[in-house]
Each structure stands twice: as C-alpha cells, then as structure tokens.
C-alpha cells in the first residue's frame, strides 16, 4: 500500500490550506483514513480521522475550524484547514487503517507564520 500526501506549504494566520492524501494498493473505500500531525519535541497526534461509513471524528484544538473527507472514487482523503494558527505548524501524516495494519505516508509541512 502507497499513502502520498501533498499539499503543504507557508501561510499566514488566518489562512487556509487544503491537504489531499492518495492510497493505494487495496480497495480504498476499505479503508479508515486519519490525518495526524507531529511538531518538533512533541509526539504525533490525531488531527481527524474518517471511517469507511463517513463518521468524522476531529481533535478538540481543531474542531469547527478543520473539516476531513474523502472521495472513493479518486482514492483521495482531504484535510480542509481553514483559520490556521501558528501552533497548527507541524509535519502532518496520512494513515491508512486497514484491519490490523497500518500504512503512512512520509509527511507533508505546513508551516504557519504569525
């Protein structure tokens, strides 16, 4: 299985970022799909996760402001960042879940200027 992220980049506080994540391998719609993110000195950490029935679930420090979905047809899981803050500056991974196994990808940067 291939998990790619892309998307990444610099922005502004306040602004907005769109992360896509394409996996491969299996019959995506099988798979339970998460974005989690890690900044220096500190371990990684869920950011959302959406399950192969469309059930979202997001951290506290970015509910209301990220929104994850997913496209089956395309293969592509998306992580829609809206009014970023400086502290959302971390690598952010793409986890494919699949029964007792799970694939990631090698991280795409955002990075958020105050």
């Known amino acids: 299985v291939q998990v790619v992220e892309s998307g990444g980049g610099l922005v502004q506080s306040g602004g907005s970022l769109r992360l896509s994540c394409t996996a491969s391998?299996?019959?995506?719609?099988?798979?339970?799909m998460g974005w989690y993110r890690q900044a220096p000195g500190t371990e990684r950490e869920l950011v959302a996760r959406?399950?192969?029935?469309?059930?979202?679930k997001y951290a506290d420090s970015v509910r209301g402001r990220f929104t994850i979905s997913r496209d089956n047809a395309k293969n592509t899981m998306y992580l829609q960042m809206a009014s970023l803050k400086p502290e959302d500056t971390a690598l952010y991974y793409c986890?494919?879940?699949?029964?007792?196994?799970?694939?990631w990808g090698q991280g795409t940067q955002v990075t958020v200027s105050s």
């Open positions: 391998g299996r019959i995506f719609s099988n798979y339970n």
């Open positions: 959406i399950d192969i029935n469309n059930r979202r």
């Open positions: 986890n494919a879940h699949w029964r007792d196994y799970d694939f």
